[in-house]
């Protein structure tokens, strides 16, 4: 008979200066055979009897409300319990959640994980490398791997990684261990993509520290600096079976990031709003970034659009969140107003309606000279089919807004000028600025030490 391994999670990031809480309908189900494709990972081959449970995962957003994240552990904790005796659980996490009443929602869940299925049974956790990772959370695990891309594109790599680990420990009856070293550092993704320096040759390392003796897999977390919150903190995290080795191998990675941490700059191009009018004359991308739903933005504000509608610039705004402009367009309203109706801010655009269609629970607007995607929920538009989907051919629209930080890898492909925006909201770049009241402190860049 083979090892059981329970599988299941809880994924979302939490911008604390989001006003719109985060409900049940905002959040995705996969169950069975999607779950397992999730993993990534060829349990049955290893002498593993997989049990997916169910992993629910939103577009990153504001809190989470209470009572949802009650239900969703309570749910996920009796699955757990339902298919006990167990000899591992997988836990595919985020890391970011914020919960209010609960400081530390992950590491509260991986706990009562924990207590329900003993000391002996091994936990692996998997999780997004923006995610807040505190000294719970690495003494409760016994397995841990994180991203090492941003933008995004190892996600199933990565919880095939944790998966690969749970194996290898049940299998050669190894008893891993995982070693935290927090970093006071805590600066955006798009101050730490993958994709440049510094973070290129950081994470390019990692799998050097991975062969090290006594050592199993490397991470470097840069945490999410949108929250407000006292484990709010970069770290460096080794899954390890030596752990002096481990340890010496997470103050190695997180010395290298604070000594690099001057070098943190925007992946790309960025510009204040004032000064995007001078760059309409050619092709371009704007990334709306204050308002970027992935990284816990709002979704709804109207900044960009208010300007190249004051310019009078051809241009497609992809998109707005807005589910009551939606429903008064299904209802053929002519004119309506967008920005700022889930609480985002901003300034209030009038559009006059000169012909609308639908598609994928969006209306395509097309008012004078911009074409506006108004969405009846909160999405991002980051993958060339998110526009197929639509309808929509982006040669057609040589002036693009995206509601983005660093961009996407198809909208990186796009042969144009790529510009972030250093617009307001729920995400806004200018981090020294934001409210800092319960972050460890000092920490930079809120305060150089």
């Not at 484990?231 to 460096?236: D, E, I, L, M, N």
């Not at 000028?417 to 617009?423: A, C, F, P, S």
Request: hydrophobic content about 40%.
């Amino acid at each position: 008979m083979g090892y059981r391994v329970a599988l299941g999670g809880l994924h979302t990031e939490c911008s604390t200066y989001n006003p719109l809480f985060q409900q049940r309908d905002d959040f995705r189900r996969l169950e069975g055979q999607a779950l397992l494709e999730k993993a990534g990972f060829d349990y049955g081959g290893h002498g593993i009897d997989a049990i997916p449970l169910f992993h629910e995962a939103s577009v990153p957003g504001g809190p989470v409300a209470r009572d949802v994240f009650d239900a969703q552990a309570h749910e996920l904790l009796e699955g757990i319990r339902s298919a006990l005796p167990l000899d591992g659980v997988h836990l595919l996490l985020h890391g970011a959640m914020f919960v209010p009443g609960v400081i530390d929602p992950e590491g509260w869940l991986i706990r009562e994980v924990r207590n329900i299925v003993g000391p002996n049974c091994l936990i692996a956790g998997s999780f997004d490398l923006h995610g807040q990772i505190t000294q719970q959370i690495t003494d409760t695990l016994d397995i841990f791997a994180a991203f090492r891309t941003a933008p995004h594109i190892d996600v199933t790599e990565t919880h095939a990684r944790a998966a690969r680990m749970l194996s290898r420990a049940l299998n050669d009856g190894h008893r891993p261990k995982v070693c935290r070293v927090p970093v006071p550092v805590l600066v955006s993704g798009e101050m730490s993509s993958t994709f440049v320096a510094p973070c290129d040759r950081l994470y390019a390392a990692l799998p050097e520290f991975d062969t090290r003796p006594g050592v199993w897999d490397a991470n470097l977390m840069i945490g999410y600096v949108w929250a407000d919150s006292p484990r709010a903190t970069a770290a460096a995290v080794v899954t390890c079976l030596d752990p002096l080795a481990g340890q010496s191998a997470a103050e190695d990675i997180a010395q290298s990031y604070w000594e690099a941490r001057h070098e943190l700059v925007f992946d790309t191009e960025a510009l204040p709003l004032d000064q995007v009018a001078r760059v309409l004359d050619e092709p371009v991308v704007l990334a709306e970034s204050g308002d970027n739903p992935t990284g816990g933005g709002v979704g709804d504000r109207a900044d960009l659009l208010a300007l190249l509608q004051a310019e009078d610039q051809p241009a497609l705004i992809a998109g707005i969140a807005a589910p009551s402009v939606y429903d008064a367009l299904k209802d053929d309203a002519k004119t309506v107003t967008v920005g700022g109706t889930l609480g985002g801010g901003g300034p209030e655009v009038l559009l006059a309606v000169d012909s609308c269609r639908f598609a994928e629970d969006c209306a395509i607007v097309q008012s004078g000279k911009q074409t506006v995607v108004v969405s009846n929920r909160r999405r991002p538009f980051h993958n060339f089919s998110d526009f197929d989907a639509l309808g929509i051919d982006l040669d057609h629209h040589p002036v693009l807004v995206v509601k983005s930080g660093y961009l996407s890898p198809d909208i990186r492909t796009l042969p144009r000028r790529q510009i972030m925006v250093l617009t307001e909201g729920a995400v806004n770049q200018d981090i020294p600025r934001q409210t800092n009241l319960h972050r460890p402190y000092p920490c930079f860049p809120f305060l150089d030490i």
